[in-house]
């Protein structure tokens, strides 16, 4: 089955331990990002790769770190978490190019205490 | 950079409504994507439509590209329908709208 997969789905952590969170797809897709959503803001991009060893900023990088050393997996890592981080983020993959759908997985909710 | 407005933002329905959301965006967009959030939080895909008219089931979408706008209906509302519908632009990447939550009442 065509997905995208996240882990954790839920964590709960203290501030300043660094932590990641894995993203995997299974479609041979270029393209790979990550979203966080906050309650009234919709999603906002983060970091986003055109492919292995490309990545980019997005709207709000601060905080956070991405790899792409693998076509399959693109992992989100947040060195030092503060409480600010506390969200729903998403990971998304699509084929390069200006008509492609692109694919979310299930979520991942962050608690920083 | 490009705005993504829904509307209305809140819409409350009985069971068996019918219903329109509405997306409209601010410049040329190379396509559009609009998304159904579950209660649980899952991002399920509803339609990929850069133009033009897509049914799924009770669902369909309009998007009129020049116009800078896309349409959503939802006919004979159910429970399940409930959550919260983004629309999401493309622009080399995606811009997303803050989204309509919509709850159905039996």
């Known amino acids: 089955e065509a997905q995208v997969t996240q882990n954790p789905r839920y964590l709960i952590t203290v501030t300043g331990k660094k932590l990641t969170v894995t993203c995997s797809q299974n479609m041979n897709h270029e393209y790979m990002s990550w979203y966080r959503q906050d309650p009234g803001l919709g999603l906002r991009q983060i970091y986003y790769s055109m492919n292995v060893e490309v990545t980019d900023k997005g709207d709000v990088p601060e905080g956070y770190k991405v790899s792409r050393k693998e076509k399959r997996n693109f992992p989100l890592i947040l060195e030092s978490p503060s409480p600010n981080q506390t969200s729903l983020y998403f990971c998304?993959?699509?084929?390069?190019?200006?008509?492609?759908?692109?694919?979310f997985g299930p979520g991942t909710r962050l608690t920083v205490l | 950079g490009i705005q993504v407005e829904q509307s209305p933002p809140d819409l409350i329905l009985q069971e068996g409504a019918n219903s329109t959301l509405r997306c409209n965006f601010s410049?040329?967009?190379?396509?559009l994507q609009w998304f159904h959030q579950n209660p649980w939080g899952q991002l399920i895909n509803l339609f990929y439509?850069?133009?033009g008219t897509k049914q799924n089931g009770r669902l369909s979408a309009t998007t009129v590209a020049t116009e800078r706008y896309s349409l959503l209906y939802i006919s004979s509302s159910q429970t399940t329908d409930s959550g919260v519908y983004f629309c999401a632009v493309d622009m080399g990447r995606l811009y997303f709208g803050r989204g309509t939550q919509l709850t159905v009442w039996p």
């Open positions: 410049d040329s967009v190379n396509n």
């Open positions: 998304a993959s699509s084929q390069i190019g200006s008509y492609n759908e692109q694919f």
């Open positions: 439509i850069p133009s």
